[in-house]
């Protein structure tokens, strides 16, 4: 029967392909959308994600996320190099600061000081230069998006395309001469913001003056020592807050999905992709049940039991809901790639596959069940009126 | 024509059958005694909502009936449970109805086969059995064709076949020639006895075709839920015309 099944459903292509479309639909929109609002999410914590090195982060308890920043004395960095089970322990100095453009308009830079000594917490990727580059005096390095947007001068010509920032350039951050001595690419942040790096102590002095300048400590555990454990007598030491790397992703993703609106904007695109796909696929698939309830009706008469009808528009639903959801998931995937080099946040990651499967399964199984009940409650009697 | 049938294949003792309640309840069946014998062919006449059509569906177990007694083949259909009673149609009974319910999106080699899949045959053993089938009502050679393809007489030849396909005991056939011209509807009735009757098979044809009485081996006559009477079949009965059972 599941034969049968099948070419029923095939061999009527008007109503075959609407409910293909509704799923289409639903599955489309319900995996853009969520990749998208997964995408915008990780770049929250993209700067956790890019500073290579720590295991441990510490920072002050009340810090709520990465980018908020509760400065610390620079006592506390010695003060966490004494606890045990640490290989060590390097400051870290994150910063609003404003960039002078050359249209005298002010541009405002997330300013990264990275130990003097070390270096540790550095880009992943440099496109131009060399890291080691930065102990050249006034030195920075400049994020790729930065360089060729926000922090770009202006065109030569009239109309012309502004002309990128390059190695060698001078910035004027908060009235400090600074030069440009390589170009990194970082994960895009989620205020699209330039990201300058410097050493600490330069980025301290770019900074306007601070009683605490340190904000954060990142701290390496030596091997085999637990790092959560670590963490706890970190705290216990110093009165400080510390967060595994993940941990402190995790309380930062936790705190734009409590403290922001976009789980529920993005909640809402979702809903709708799924209202809407359980609208359509629900309603051609029971409109193609009604429409073929006489040979239901006929195949009942002629033997077939409930639970070969059942089964048969089980198949039915899973049939249209697979395919539905893989050309979905398949445009989805499209979006993503074609517009990969853009500002567009797109991470399709297999939970989310996941998901949108199982709201497509969901949409399928509501939309299988009104046709089941209609199919049940069908008299094969009705064969007979012609 | 089969001239000895002796063994009961249906018997309806008293059958009734009431639709609705209170005001708008209709009684369609007031008491049925009837007997099938095996191997005849007995047809069901009588005017629009007379029962005949309540009649067939109550024989062919796929609708209850409120009191009296039906039994198929020795069975009481009453004493069966829903699902024993879908199985003893799957395994006894073949069905030709009026606008043929072949599935449109199946070849008529799968349409033949569909009762041999609900039985749970292999597809391929199913379409086989299918042509073969088509092959003895004489459209073998379009087996791979869609039902919207062919005439009227020849989907009812396809919705014969597939009523055959199972080897029932029992055909019933709900105006089988309603939908057919005159030389259409007699090649089908013709073709309805020469491949489906059989000492060994019932048919029971409800129509208000008069020009398809011949094929009856008795003509039961319906009118307001009651049998008025049971003749042998043959020629067109000549009083047929004045009860108002010739087409309409």
């Known amino acids: 029967m599941k034969f049968v099944a099948i070419k029923m459903l095939v061999g009527d292509r008007a109503r075959y392909l609407g409910i293909l479309m509704g799923?289409?639909?639903?599955?489309?929109?319900?995996?853009?959308?969520?990749?998208?609002?997964?995408?915008?999410?990780?770049?929250?914590?993209?700067f956790i994600t890019d500073t290579g090195g720590p295991d441990i982060w510490v920072m002050d308890k009340k810090v709520l996320m990465?980018?908020?920043?509760?400065?610390?004395?620079?006592?506390?960095?010695?003060?966490?190099?004494?606890?045990?089970?640490?290989?060590?322990?390097?400051?870290?100095?994150?910063?609003?600061?404003?960039?002078?453009?050359?249209?005298?308009?002010?541009?405002t830079c997330h300013v990264i000081g990275l130990d003097d000594a070390t270096l540790v917490g550095g880009p992943g990727t440099m496109i131009e230069g060399r890291l080691e580059d930065l102990r050249r005096a006034d030195s920075v390095i400049?994020?790729?998006?930065?360089?060729?947007?926000?922090?770009?001068?202006?065109?030569?010509?009239?109309?012309?395309?502004?002309?990128?920032?390059?190695?060698?350039?001078?910035l004027e951050l908060n009235d400090h001469r600074a030069?440009?001595?390589?170009?990194?690419?970082?994960?895009?942040?989620?205020?699209?913001?330039?990201?300058?790096?410097?050493?600490?102590?330069?980025?301290t002095q770019f900074a306007p003056?601070?009683?605490?300048?340190?904000?954060?400590?990142?701290?390496?555990?030596?091997?085999?020592?637990?790092?959560?454990?670590?963490?706890?007598?970190?705290?216990?030491?110093?009165?400080?807050?510390?967060?595994?790397?993940?941990?402190?992703?995790?309380?930062t993703y936790s705190y734009f999905m409590k403290y922001t609106g976009i789980p529920i904007n993005f909640g809402i695109a979702v809903l709708l992709g799924f209202i809407v796909g359980t609208a359509i696929a629900g309603q051609t698939f029971f409109n193609f049940t009604v429409d073929n309830i006489k040979y239901f009706a006929a195949l009942k008469a002629m033997g077939a039991r409930d639970s070969q009808l059942l089964g048969m528009i089980l198949l039915q639903a899973m049939i249209v809901g697979a395919i539905g959801w893989g050309i979905g998931v398949g445009a989805a995937s499209l979006f993503g790639l074609l517009l990969h080099d853009t500002e567009l946040s797109f991470l399709l990651t297999w939970q989310l596959l996941t998901i949108s499967g199982f709201a497509i399964l969901v949409i399928c199984t509501l939309s299988a069940l009104i046709s089941i009940r209609t199919v049940m409650r069908a008299e094969p009697a009705i064969v007979f009126k012609g | 024509m089969v001239e000895t049938a002796t063994e009961i294949a249906v018997s309806c003792v008293g059958v009734t059958k009431t639709y609705g309640e209170g005001q708008s309840q209709v009684t369609a069946l007031r008491g049925i005694d009837l007997e099938v014998r095996q191997g005849e062919l007995l047809m069901l006449v009588g005017p629009s909502g007379c029962g005949k059509t309540t009649l067939i569906s109550v024989i062919a177990a796929i609708l209850d009936h409120d009191a009296g007694e039906v039994r198929v083949f020795g069975e009481d259909l009453r004493e069966m449970s829903s699902s024993r009673r879908t199985r003893f149609r799957g395994e006894n009974i073949g069905f030709v109805f009026q606008q043929f319910n072949l599935i449109p999106t199946l070849t008529i080699a799968e349409n033949v086969a569909v009762p041999l899949l609900i039985a749970g045959v292999r597809r391929s053993e199913a379409v086989r059995r299918g042509r073969a089938l088509l092959d003895r009502v004489g459209i073998g050679d379009r087996w791979n064709t869609l039902p919207s393809k062919l005439s009227g007489g020849q989907q009812q030849r396809v919705a014969i076949a597939r009523s055959l396909v199972h080897n029932p005991r029992l055909i019933v056939c709900d105006e089988p020639t309603s939908s057919l011209d005159h030389e259409t509807g007699h090649k089908v009735m013709e073709l309805?006895?020469?491949?489906?009757?059989?000492?060994?098979?019932?048919?029971?044809?409800?129509?208000?075709?008069?020009?398809?009485?011949?094929?009856?081996?008795?003509?039961?006559?319906?009118?307001?839920?009651?049998?008025?009477?049971?003749?042998?079949?043959?020629?067109?009965?000549?009083?047929?015309?004045?009860?108002?059972?010739?087409?309409?």
């Not at chain 1, 404003?98 to 005298?104: D, H, I, Q, T, V």
């Not at chain 1, 400049?142 to 350039?169: F, H, N, S």
């Open chain 1, 23 to 46: 799923l289409t639909f639903a599955s489309l929109l319900i995996t853009q959308q969520a990749a998208i609002f997964e995408g915008l999410m990780h770049r929250t914590f993209g």
């Open chain 1, 66 to 107: 990465i980018e908020d920043i509760k400065p610390l004395q620079e006592t506390m960095l010695y003060r966490v190099r004494g606890v045990e089970g640490v290989d060590w322990a390097m400051p870290l100095y994150k910063g609003l600061l404003k960039a002078r453009l050359e249209n005298g308009g002010f541009q």
């Open chain 1, 142 to 170: 400049l994020d790729i998006v930065g360089a060729e947007g926000k922090l770009a001068r202006a065109a030569t010509e009239k109309g012309g395309k502004a002309v990128p920032i390059k190695v060698g350039d001078t």
């Open chain 1, 179 to 203: 030069i440009v001595v390589g170009i990194c690419r970082t994960t895009r942040t989620f205020q699209s913001q330039p990201v300058i790096y410097t050493t600490y102590s330069r980025a």
């Open chain 1, 209 to 251: 003056q601070e009683r605490k300048p340190l904000s954060f400590v990142l701290v390496k555990a030596k091997d085999g020592v637990d790092r959560l454990e670590l963490c706890r007598k970190i705290e216990a030491a110093t009165g400080l807050a510390a967060y595994t790397q993940k941990g402190f992703q995790d309380l």
């Open chain 2, 192 to 248: 309805m006895r020469e491949v489906a009757a059989g000492a060994d098979r019932a048919l029971v044809v409800v129509t208000h075709d008069a020009r398809i009485f011949e094929f009856a081996d008795r003509i039961a006559r319906m009118d307001d839920g009651r049998i008025l009477s049971v003749t042998k079949g043959g020629p067109r009965p000549p009083d047929a015309r004045e009860r108002g059972t010739g087409p309409h």
